[in-house]
């Protein structure tokens, strides 16, 4: 059963402190589990329902830049680090090398022009809470001047090795989470995209 908005915990930052409000924790009656064979009782079920807090930190800029049809990566600015000038998708907040915190960047449009296929895994079989389409493309995907591989969902078309593809973006009903995050391949059409999805 969906809950409904008293069943629900929400939560506001004010004054720098987490405000929660509402319902965190829904107790639920557990079951008996009896061995069929002997009759004697073998353990019980332990529903838990749970809202959980989860804090972004750092990393937030990224997932509320994908329902804003952006994607933010970061970059190592510090003048006395080897890899200088190193982008990081997906987004770390620290600098690997130099430990100092990178620059926020927004690499939207080199996502758009240069992403491609660098591998794939077609998922058959997903595990539970599962909330994407099945078979599920993981794709990992390169990006010129970047530094890393980002792992993702190629939600319209097949994956190939070296297949262009870009970003798409839930900006309708943004979850805030990584699931706003997918992509197609190249040439792909707007009316093709996943119900809430844009360019
Ligand atoms: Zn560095």
Redesign the pocket.
């Given at each position: 059963m969906p809950k409904t908005e008293n069943e629900k915990g929400f939560v506001d930052v004010v004054n720098g402190r987490y405000k929660p409000k509402g319902v965190f924790h829904i107790p639920e009656a557990n079951q008996p589990i009896f061995n069929k064979d002997t009759g004697k009782l073998a353990g019980i079920t332990n529903p838990r329902d749970m809202t959980y807090m989860h804090s972004y930190g750092g990393e937030a800029p990224f997932f509320e830049g994908l329902g804003k049809g952006k994607l933010m990566a970061s970059r190592?600015d510090?003048a006395k680090?080897?890899?200088?000038g190193?982008i990081y998708q997906p987004f770390r907040i620290y600098?690997?090398?130099?430990?100092?915190k990178?620059t926020v960047i927004d690499m939207t449009d080199l996502a758009k022009t240069t992403a491609k296929i660098h591998s794939y895994i077609i998922t058959h079989r997903s595990g539970a809470f599962n909330s994407l389409p099945k078979p599920i493309k993981f794709i990992n995907i390169e990006f010129e001047g970047v530094v890393t591989i980002l792992m993702s969902v190629l939600a319209v078309g097949e994956p190939e090795f070296d297949k262009k593809v870009v970003p798409i973006f839930n900006t309708k009903t943004p979850t805030y989470t990584i699931t706003d995050l997918r992509f197609v391949v190249e040439g792909t059409s707007e009316s093709e995209l996943p119900e809430g999805f844009t360019f």
């Open positions: 190592c510090n680090c080897e890899t200088k190193s600098c690997p090398d130099c430990l100092r990178n």
